[in-house]
T-cell receptor, first 112, second 114 residues
Framework: QQPVQSPQAVILREGEDAVINCSSS?????VHWYRQKHGEAPVFLMI?????EQKGHEKISASFNEKKQQSSLYLTASQLSYSGTYFC?????????????FGQGTILTVHP | EAQVTQNPRYLITVTGKKLTVTCSQN?????MSWYRQDPGLGLRQIYY???????DKGDVPEGYKVSRKEKRNFPLILESPSPNQTSLYFC?????????????FGSGTQLSVL
């Protein structure tokens, strides 16, 4: 079952902030975030593990609320290079290693 | 250079003509997987493999086959392609580390089935 991302699309001006949410109906072991630029493959941003701390990547950070089975990606002072589609991927743990399920994606557009 | 190599990059075929998309990684990763990407649906996993000769279905396995005879290779086989399999396909590999698995993606294969 795919996690649900919101919003589906965001339009920003350079320097503005954005939050992308990822929600699952199942208990999660970890949440992954990837960014895909147009015409390219997805690229890893970060992983948040159950019981782990909030992680960051440059001006991009994320949190993971295990009880609510939700994760949020925070993009601060956005840059043009942040444009792309952001995917969260959820992993339920146990014996299902390798089974990473992605959300439908959030399209982020940053204008000058 | 560490990479996941997919071939071909673009493929146009006709309904029913068997095809294989190759995927190879040079990072000695245990895990490999195939995803298809369609507008509005995100990345959906087709099959994944935890090691040589160990494969399992993802979320959308119908119409696809895979094999993992060697650790580095994980081909995707469409024995009788249909138009609804027109999509962008990505192969990915990762190492196993308590769920902390960073996926490395290939550059993608755009498949059109006429």
């Amino acid at each position: 079952q795919q996690p649900v991302q919101s919003p589906q699309a965001v339009i920003l001006r350079e320097g503005e902030d954005a939050v992308i949410n990822c929600s699952s109906s199942k208990a999660l072991y970890s949440v992954h975030w990837y960014r895909q630029k147009h015409g390219e493959a997805p690229v890893f941003l970060m992983i948040l593990l159950k019981g782990g701390e909030q992680k960051g990547h440059e001006k991009i950070s994320a949190s993971f609320n295990e009880k609510k089975q939700q994760s949020s990606l925070y993009l601060t002072a956005s840059q043009l290079s942040y444009s792309g589609t952001y995917f969260c991927g959820t992993f339920r743990g146990g014996t299902s290693y390798g089974k990473l399920t992605f959300g439908q994606g959030t399209i982020l557009t940053v204008h000058p | 250079e560490a990479q996941v190599t997919q071939n071909p990059r673009y493929l146009i075929t006709v309904t029913g003509k068997k095809l294989t998309v190759t995927c190879s990684q040079n990072m000695n990763h245990e895990y490999m997987s195939w995803y298809r990407q369609d507008p509005g649906l995100g990345l959906r996993q087709i099959y994944y493999s935890m090691n040589v000769e160990v494969t399992d279905k993802g979320d959308v396995p119908e119409g696809y086959k895979v094999s993992r005879k060697e650790k580095r290779n994980f081909p995707l086989i469409l024995e009788s392609p249909s138009p609804n399999q027109t999509s962008l396909y990505f192969c990915a590999s990762s190492f196993r580390h308590r769920g902390d698995e960073k996926l490395f993606f290939g550059s993608g294969t755009q498949l059109s089935v006429l």
